[in-house]
């Protein structure tokens, strides 16, 4: 398995297209897309990102966020869609890229339809990128393991799961000898049970117009990750076929 997984310069040289990818926090969808990143040669387009360097650079477009959001209001999907239409302009993102935190509606994915149906990225291709939908698919309660059993050293940054990764001691890290793993506030129970749900009711939507058009691909995210990277790339180089 360890084969698939690594970098290729050939893969590399290919044009991937478009990447979303769906699934719940705690999914894998992070390790998943630096792996995509690291052998395809392409980049990851945080909407997030975009929004704080367009308000921290004082563009026409950041200076319209942050006043939506002086008035304690949630930026607009225009605002938020011109942005993107902006950011997926740009060289690094001919051959393909990965989006993070969009679609987060069925109207946002409609759009990035629209959008590609207008060939954005290359005049000449023929035929529409159609994004590659991947959705990691992941058990409940294995979800809430895997988040609220996450720790990591304050000094080395070393991430464990007490569950499926524990330390050689009980909360001290391996590597910072004697120094106590910590866990994030936003890992415990009581924060992450919301977020879950929360998640579900967002993004269903999301999954039901990309599994309508026929272009929803589920992967078993409770599979060890090697095995999940390996069965995300053999999706994406058979979509290049």
């Not at 967002?202 to 026929?214: C, F, I, K, L, S």
């Amino acid at each position: 398995m360890a084969q698939e997984t690594s970098p290729s310069t050939d893969v590399g040289l290919q044009d991937v297209g478009p990447i979303v990818l769906l699934g719940p926090p705690g999914a894998g969808k992070g390790t998943q897309a630096k792996r995509i990143m690291e052998r395809y040669g392409i980049p990851q387009v945080s909407t997030g990102d975009l929004l704080r360097e367009n308000v921290a650079r004082g563009t026409d477009l950041g200076l319209a966020a942050k006043a939506v959001m002086a008035r304690g209001e949630l930026v607009s999907d225009d605002l938020v869609c011109e942005m993107l239409q902006e950011r997926l302009k740009q060289p690094d993102c001919k051959r393909g890229y990965i989006l993070d935190g969009f679609p987060r509606t069925a109207a946002q994915a409609g759009w990035l339809d629209a959008l590609l149906d207008h060939k954005l990225f290359d005049n000449s291709r023929p035929t529409r990128a159609w994004p590659i939908v991947i959705r990691l698919d992941v058990d409940y309660n294995q979800l809430l393991l895997r988040i609220t059993g996450r720790r990591s050293c304050p000094t080395c940054g070393r991430i464990y799961n007490v569950h499926f990764q524990p330390p050689r001691v009980d909360e001290v890290c391996d590597l910072a000898h004697g120094t106590k793993l910590v866990a994030r506030n936003d890992d415990r129970l009581e924060v992450i049970q919301p977020r879950l749900t929360a998640y579900d009711e967002q993004t269903r939507p999301v999954a039901d117009y990309y599994e309508r058009t026929g272009r929803l691909i589920p992967v078993n995210g409770d599979q060890p990750m090697d095995e999940v990277t390996a069965q995300i790339f053999r999706i994406i180089e058979d979509h290049q076929a």
